[in-house]
């Protein structure tokens, strides 16, 4: 038969040459060596590249090799096994881990080709040995932490403006998040150099910003796109807000008893009213100078008294020792 | 009153046959409430189902676990629906390009900015088309989605069966 010119569009045409022949010989021919006959003069040669089909053909024994859980060691050096994040490999992990819902009076299924094991995050690349040697390798890039600053206290007073800002990481392609621009600027106006009226004005310009009970001012700015320029802005408004503390307006003289933060007792409606009933009770017949009789009476250590009682009760408000006190001092003032 | 709704009915309905010009009309039938997603009924007790299969979504965070992972889906953050779309194209590129190949879902992890894909393969093909395949998925994808992507596969001689329905 002219083998070099076969081709395997003809392999029933050959059959029916057999059976024409009067020979009915069944050519038992492979696929492969039909296709090899048609390229190059077979010597046997056997690829493997054919999916094989069913009962034609030999199928190429694969010799299923032994697992490397087989060979490993107890001492073996796992970081090499694992050495980043990957998903569980059975052939590699030599533990007998089952996982997943036993089915009834059966146990869970077996590690080999459990896809729950793969689905779950594995934290085999991170064990003690594994941590020990990135923070080895991550020393070189570290610097020590200041001697100085050993107490927070000390930190408080060399560094007062605190900034905080944060990062963020997701999986995905991108890694811009648009939360990452806020910054937020905290100071303890006792840090800053104030007066009296500069630190009023500080706090009411400041509003809602400015926390009495820590006495802390916070800043928080997200309006420009960029960290840096929120950064600027939160410096520029701090800035700002110390020099307009420091200047005084016109208009800041036309400040009236209801503008006033807190209580204070001089020419309060309450000195008006202790003067008069003290002047009330002093004996008849004596007429001095009013100026005078009024310095006098305020001089008077009863006077004070009340007056540190009163302005105690209106700025905190009532408690049991502030109204002890008040009672205290009534009491004096009037003879009781 | 009856003759004048009866009328208004005809109108009706003469209205809109003539608009269904050819006579097609909606035909309804009674509403059959059952759940049919992602469900292998029991059958005769001759189909080999693995885990994945035989057990149903609502059992996902109970016995089942996620096939994919990302962080979009956590409170506050964004991107979800762009992931969600990634991971459908993949499952179906991959699907196509190893046909016949897999032996169980793909599980999807991404890790910042890293894309793996775990993938349980049958021995179907020779090892070194299998490293083909492998090193033309992940550069055609990368070079899609701009990120670096790696695959992870596990050759099995057949599919894991975990009972027959």
């Known amino acids: 038969m002219a083998a070099s010119t076969f081709c395997p569009a003809l392999l029933p045409l050959l059959r029916i040459n057999c059976k024409f022949n009067g020979v009915y010989t069944r050519i038992s021919l492979n696929r492969r060596a039909a296709y090899s006959l048609g390229l190059t003069a077979s010597n046997g040669v056997e690829r493997q590249g054919l999916p094989e089909r069913g009962n034609q053909g030999q199928r190429r024994q694969r010799r299923a090799v032994e697992p490397r859980t087989e060979r490993m060691t107890v001492d073996q050096d796992w970081t090499a096994v694992y050495p980043t994040a990957a998903s569980f490999k059975p052939n590699s992990v030599p533990l007998p881990v089952r996982m997943g819902y036993p089915v009834k009076r059966g146990v869970p299924p077996a590690k080999k080709g459990n896809l729950e094991l793969i689905k779950i995050p594995n934290f085999l690349h991170l064990t003690p040995e594994a941590i020990k040697k990135h923070c080895e390798a991550l020393k070189p890039f570290c610097t020590e932490w200041p001697a100085a600053l050993d107490s927070d206290a000390k930190c408080e007073e060399h560094f007062p403006i605190q900034v905080e800002s944060k990062a963020y990481v997701s999986a995905g392609p991108s890694l811009r998040n648009p939360n990452a621009r806020i910054i937020t600027l905290t100071v303890k106006l006792s840090s800053l150099n104030l007066d009296e009226h500069a630190r009023k004005k500080l706090i009411r310009l400041s509003g809602e910003r400015y926390n009495k009970d820590t006495d802390t001012l916070t800043i928080t700015t997200d309006s420009c796109p960029m960290k840096q320029q929120n950064y600027d802005y939160a410096m520029y408004l701090l800035t700002v807000l110390y020099h307009e503390s420091w200047k005084t307006e016109a208009w800041e003289k036309e400040k009236t008893r209801a503008d006033m933060e807190e209580y204070v007792w001089e020419d309060s409606p309450s000195q008006k009213n202790i003067l008069e009933t003290l002047l009330r009770m002093r004996p008849l017949g004596e007429k001095e100078e009013e100026g005078e009789v009024r310095e006098e009476l305020l001089g008077r250590v009863e006077v004070q008294e009340y007056k540190d009682s009163v302005t105690k009760l209106k700025n905190e408000g009532e408690t049991e020792t502030n109204m002890q006190q008040y009672k205290e001092a009534v009491k004096k003032l009037l003879n009781i | ?165």
């Open chain 2, 1 to 165: 009153l009856i003759f004048v709704s009866f009328q208004t009915v005809c109108r009706q309905l003469n209205s809109t046959l003539w608009l269904n010009v050819g006579g097609r009309s909606i035909h309804s039938s009674a509403v059959c409430c059952k759940n049919r997603a992602a469900r292998i009924r029991v059958g005769k007790g001759d189909r080999p189902v693995t885990y994945e299969q035989a057990l149903h979504p609502h059992q996902i965070a109970h016995r089942k676990g996620w096939l994919s992972q990302h962080t979009s889906n956590l409170q506050g953050e964004d991107g979800a629906a762009d992931r969600t779309v990634e991971d459908l194209f993949i499952r179906r590129l991959i699907y196509g390009t190893f046909h016949g190949c897999l032996a169980d879902e793909l599980v999807i992890k991404r890790r910042g900015n890293l894309l793996v894909i775990c993938a349980l393969m049958l021995q179907k093909l020779p090892p070194h088309k299998y490293y083909f395949l492998v090193g033309y998925t992940e550069e055609l994808l990368s070079h899609f989605y701009k990120c670096p992507v790696k695959m992870e596969i596990q050759m099995l001689e057949e599919k894991s069966v975990y009972k027959y329905l």
